[in-house]
């Protein structure tokens, strides 16, 4: 079993920056693409960032693309998303979710996180 942790979530001033991290435990096999999400109150969940574990392919959300960074750190097996520059719009809850292909649908990720919440303030 796989097990996603978020972490990093907070409060933050429009402008500000916070950094995600995503931890990941369990039997995950070496090839799986991971994901950040989010789902703001009333919303449908939407992509923002997606990384192949060998980092040989990224793509962003056009929302968030020059604002927010999304790498990963092998040896940590973890996966971060930093976010800079950040509106109102971007308040949502952050999920992390880790699946076999790099996908901008969450229908192509199997295993997820509980989310971290992230609140940016006008």
């Known amino acids: 079993q796989v097990q996603l942790v978020e972490s990093g979530g907070g409060l933050v001033q429009a402008g500000g920056s916070l950094r995600l991290s995503c931890s990941v435990s369990?039997?995950?096999?070496?090839?799986?693409?991971m994901g950040w999400f989010r789902q703001a109150p009333g919303k449908e969940r939407e992509f923002v960032a997606g990384i192949t574990w060998t980092g040989g392919s990224i793509d962003y959300a056009d929302s968030v693309k020059n604002r927010f960074t999304i790498s990963k750190d092998n040896a940590k097996n973890t996966v971060s998303l930093q976010m800079n520059s950040t509106k109102p719009d971007d308040t949502a809850t952050y999920y992390c979710?880790?699946?076999?292909?790099?996908?901008?649908?969450?229908?192509?990720?199997?295993?997820w996180g509980q989310g971290t919440q992230v609140t940016v303030s006008s």
């Open positions: 979710a880790a699946g076999p292909f790099l996908r901008t649908t969450d229908t192509g990720y199997i295993f």
């Open positions: 369990g039997r995950t096999p070496s090839t799986y693409a």
